[in-house]
């Protein structure tokens, strides 16, 4: 069965960044499309980047620029890249796969990871 595991999360100071990653198996990795959430406390859970098999990418504005989604087939790995690190990046983050083909972040996708931790203090 499809698994996701994320690793990577911590705190972090303004400015700072930190790579989150997402193991993968139980499926064809570089035929799916897959995607980066977060979910702040209280708030809904929000798209952040998604790449298709092709290495198509796809951002949420709030993140352009700053945030690099990225993949490794031969590792079945995903990653996201987090740069200038900001507070209101606090949240948990979500690694999701779908097998559809159309991919972006506010597809719809069908498994998730359990979610790692992002903290970023002012």
């Known amino acids: 069965q499809v698994q996701l595991v994320e690793s990577g999360g911590g705190s972090v100071q303004a400015g700072g960044s930190l790579r989150l990653s997402c193991a993968a198996s139980?499926?064809?990795?570089?035929?799916?499309?897959m995607g980066w959430f977060r979910q702040a406390h209280g708030k809904g859970r929000e798209g952040v980047a998604a790449?298709?098999?092709?290495?198509?990418?796809s951002y949420a504005d709030s993140v352009k620029g700053r945030f690099t989604i990225s993949q490794d087939n031969a590792k079945n790995t995903l990653y996201l890249q987090m740069n200038s690190l900001k507070p209101e990046d606090t949240a948990m983050y979500y690694c999701?796969?779908?097998?559809?083909?159309?991919?972006?972040?506010?597809?719809?996708?069908?498994?998730w990871g359990q979610g790692t931790q992002v903290t970023v203090s002012s």
């Open positions: 790449i298709d098999g092709h290495g198509s990418t």
């Open positions: 999701a796969a779908d097998p559809s083909s159309y991919c972006w972040y506010g597809a719809y996708f069908g498994y």
């Open positions: 139980g499926y064809s990795f570089s035929s799916y499309c």
